[in-house]
């Protein structure tokens, strides 16, 4: 079936020797597919879920079961006090910066452990000037402490640094984003956050945890941190939900989120899902089995890259936090290309060939293939680039691990 697809004989049987060398580490994966998919049923029947909280409610949105019910599982799930999970948050930056303006005063300090965050946050903080809405012109202050030349956190530069300075929020971004290094593991961040409450148990640990829901058998919130924020069409929305973020953490940090999302006073207690329950839990229930496809999908990817010749990251033994793979092509012409065999591979638009543009939020331009059912959904499969120094592409998503094959297969295919 592949050469109806005009793959190379060439790429097929190195795609075939590839996913024998991946075996062991896809069966790896399968052990913590399972023991997710079990924690989640075991949260909605812990819950006692019923069909009844997938109806509609109207107006205000007061005593929506179902967006209680929802919210009840999430934490349950995250291992945390609270969670606020609404089709009203619009994006993981969206949720994210609703994070941040929910904690942080004037006066306050929030340090960046992972360098410089997502371009699209930049703007949020307030990095790139003013706008007239930045955390940094409202009297926040911001710090960032880079990772080390390996991608490792600078553990002697923060604590020297929380030791010396008044600290509100410590902020971790787990997933490398346009950055070529590995994803930030649940041992990492467990470490840090420990030395980082020795010294100030007061701190706020708030994780970025876009591209990295069931990852693994533990979540940031299991090991440590405070607060945490996602989207719902990257991985817990297992492809099935149309929109929405969730953020979950200590209950007093959620109530001053849930202030900012509504209003002071209100909170949690308004606010309609639109009908949405089924569809976010019904995408949080089949999340594990997607996300394995997808990491499957990004391994294979960067398996064949580096047998193809290109420098990727994470490598094969890397241990993975996230899942997106890094391909450094080299030349814009090979980013483009490899872009538009991954869009010749969807679902949806598959006839539409991308270019770079001009993204609000972002330094360069980016091109971006995703022909989805939900879109913007990177938990399908996608690829995208800023088109800058030094060419990376960044591979992600697949409902199916055939899918997410087959575009992997198409992108090369198409530079070859």
Known sequence: MYKDFGISEKLIELKNKCELELRSTFEELDVINEFNQLKILKAMQKARLSDQHFNWTTGYGYNDIGREKVEEIYAEIFNTED???RPQIVSGTHALSLALWGVLRPG????SISGKPYDTLEEVIGLNGNNG???????????????TSEGYF??????????????KMLYIQRSGGYSFRPSLSIDAIEKINS????????????VDNCYGEFIDMKEPTEVGADLMAGSLIKNPGGGIALTGGYIVGNKDLITQVSYRLTSPGIGKE??????????????????PKVVNGALKGAMLCGEMGLSLGFE????????????????????????????QGIQATAPVDSYVTPEPWEMPGYHSPVIMAAGAFVQGSSIELSADAPIEEPFVVYFQGGLTYEHSKLGVLMGYNRIL
């Open 154 to 167: 600078d553990y002697i530069q923060i604590e020297n640094h929380i030791k010396s300075n008044r600290i």
């Open 312 to 339: 990727v990251s994470p490598q094969k033994h890397d241990k993975r936090s996230d899942i997106i793979q890094a391909v450094k092509l080299g030349s814009p012409e090979k980013v483009i290309q490899f872009c």
């Open 195 to 206: 030395i980082v409450k020795s010294i100030n148990p007061s701190i706020i640990i708030m």
């Open 133 to 147: 809405s930045s955390l940094i012109e409202f009297g926040i202050k911001y710090s960032q402490i880079d990772l």
């Open 270 to 287: 308004t606010g309609l899902t639109f009908g949405q329950t089924r569809q976010v839990l019904q995408g949080l229930f089949m999340a």
């Open 108 to 111: 306050d300090t929030m340090l």
């Open 83 to 85: 969670a606020l999970v």
